[in-house]
Nanobody, 115 residues
Framework: QVQVVESGGGLVQAGGSLRLSCAAS????????MGWYRQAPGKQRELVAS???????NYADFVKGRFTISRDNRGNTVYLQMNNLNAEDTAVYYC?????????WGQGTQVTVSS
């Protein structure tokens, strides 16, 4: 079993920045991709950014130019640098680790942006 833990969420004013971290414990073999998703109240969970085993990145249109996803050299930790935050970014942010045999989700970290 894989344990995924997010950290770095909090309260920030509009225009501010936060950096989220995600670490996958247990076996780190066969990690194909890691990514960040978010879910706001009353809305479905949506992709924010992802990075593959080969280093390819994918961003949702609403974060392009503001957020950056990165991965450590070992491949078991990802980061999400979030700049120029706005109220629409308020959500619970979840980290997902994708392996050959399934997906593993963290418990989420709350990001609240005040106007």
């Amino acid at each position: 079993q894989v344990q995924v833990v997010e950290s770095g969420g909090g309260l920030v004013q509009a225009g501010g920045s936060l950096r989220l971290s995600c670490a996958a414990s247990g076996s780190i073999l066969s990690i194909n991709a890691m990514g960040w998703y978010r879910q706001a109240p009353g809305k479905q969970r949506e992709l924010v950014a992802s990075i593959t085993r080969g280093g390819s990145t994918n961003y949702a249109d609403f974060v392009k130019g503001r957020f950056t996803i990165s991965r450590d050299n070992r491949g078991n930790t990802v980061y999400l640098q979030m700049n120029n935050l706005n109220a629409e970014d308020t959500a619970v942010y979840y980290c997902k680790t994708t392996k050959n045999y399934g997906d593993y989700w963290g418990q989420g970290t709350q990001v609240t942006v005040s106007s």
